[in-house]
């Protein structure tokens, strides 16, 4: 059985965080193809929006009546009672394909005597609470192949939103990593035991980490984010140990350690820098990564860091060498490729995510 992955909106850092757990997917643009998957695993992903089964694979150039095609596929998963409810959403988005084929299904439902209704809106593909509330169906369209596929898990939207906005203690100020990119980052470490955040602020990483079943400890120069993260723990019903400690001068790790931890990010910016204010801004923060770098963090230990980049258009200004830089101080990095990011469009300071180890 084959499962297509619909990734979020950064897809190459989303389809790295599949690619830890299913090696061999194959990526089909803003989608991950993967063998023999289990549909669960959406629960522990941050970066895949959905989870939809592969029904008919048929090479791009073969012509076919979709309509057809789906209205077969519909047919099976009529309930026993009550109104079917369905929806199509198609990639790319093709606004007069969507509203042709439902046009075309409405007669041939009635006709064998199902009473239905669609979720599309105004020849839109399903939002992801439709998606969830009904069966649906996506078309998705790649060069050498047509999908159709059945939708079989959505992630739970509401579940990570109250995690992100309801916890009892936010600080806008120095910015709070959304769980979805905690989870793709403690994803991308793999941890075994325990994931440490020596700059934890106010604990969305020990909140996933946790909630994902691993132990937890932080720690951070502040106070208050030390507070916060009890807080915010407690309000999710755990707790780990936390402690006020400067990250550049940690002189023990705890014993099989993870490190997952997006660091200073630097000042809020009022609007984009020039390149050359950027540069100075970066500059002036990368002691700071690479003090914590140099503390005797044990062999063999996976660190996985969101360090500032400033989300220029066309032209994205990264901290300058550092990969080289973590090199020069130990540290090997298992992917040799254009840094993956998380910025949303418009944002001045964008995330950068990197993945050491130490040798
Ligand atoms: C961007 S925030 C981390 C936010 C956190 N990921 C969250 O979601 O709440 C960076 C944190 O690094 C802390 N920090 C800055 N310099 C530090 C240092 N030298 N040692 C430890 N923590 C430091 C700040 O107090 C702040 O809480």
């Not at 105004?122 to 009904?134: H, T, V």
């Not at 950027?278 to 990564?289: H, I, N, R, V």
């Not at 980049?309 to 254009?338: C, D, H, M, R, T």
Request: charged content about 25%; hydrophobic content about 35%.
């Amino acid at each position: 059985m084959q499962h297509i992955f619909h990734l979020g909106r950064e897809t190459k850092l989303c389809l790295t965080e599949i690619l830890t757990f299913y090696p061999e997917a194959k990526d089909l643009g803003g989608f991950a193809l993967v063998k023999n998957a289990d549909p669960k695993i959406l629960k522990r992903l941050g970066g895949t929006i959905k989870i939809s089964e592969v029904k008919q694979e048929l090479p791009a150039s073969l012509p076919v009546n979709f309509t057809e095609l789906i209205f077969n596929e519909l047919k099976k998963n009529i309930p026993n009672s009550g109104k079917f409810q369905y929806g199509l959403s198609i990639h790319p988005s093709r606004t007069g394909l969507l509203k042709k084929i439902l046009k075309e299904l409405k007669p041939k439902l009635k006709q064998e005597k199902i009473s239905s209704r669609y979720l599309n809106q105004d020849g839109k593909n399903l939002s992801s609470i439709q998606s969830a509330n009904c069966t649906e169906l996506n078309l998705i369209f790649t060069n050498e192949k047509t999908y159709l596929s059945h939708t079989v898990a959505t992630q739970n939207i509401a579940a990570y939103s109250k995690r992100d906005y309801e916890r009892p203690a936010r600080d806008d100020m120095s910015g709070m990593l959304p769980p979805k990119l905690a989870q793709i980052m403690i994803n991308l470490a793999q941890p075994e035991e325990l994931v440490y955040d020596p700059f934890c602020g106010s604990g969305t990483i020990l909140q996933e980490a946790l909630l994902m079943g691993f132990q937890a400890k932080g720690s951070d120069l502040s106070e208050k984010a030390i507070s916060d993260s009890q807080k915010n723990l407690k309000w999710i019903g755990k707790e780990c140990p936390l402690e006020i400690k400067d990250a550049t001068e940690i002189d023990s790790y705890p014993k099989n350690c993870t490190i997952v931890a997006e660091s200073y990010l630097g000042p809020p910016q009022k609007g984009f820098p020039t390149p050359e204010e950027a540069k100075a801004a970066l500059a002036k923060l990368e002691p700071l990564y690479l003090d914590f770098l140099k503390t005797p963090i044990p062999s063999g230990t996976k660190v996985v860091l969101a360090l500032p980049f400033f989300n220029l258009q066309n032209n994205p200004i990264f901290l300058e060498n550092f990969i080289e830089k973590a090199k020069e101080l130990g540290y090997s990095v298992p992917a040799e490729e254009a840094p993956l990011t998380y910025a949303r469009k418009k944002q001045v300071i964008g995330r950068m995510i990197i993945s050491l180890r130490k040798k």
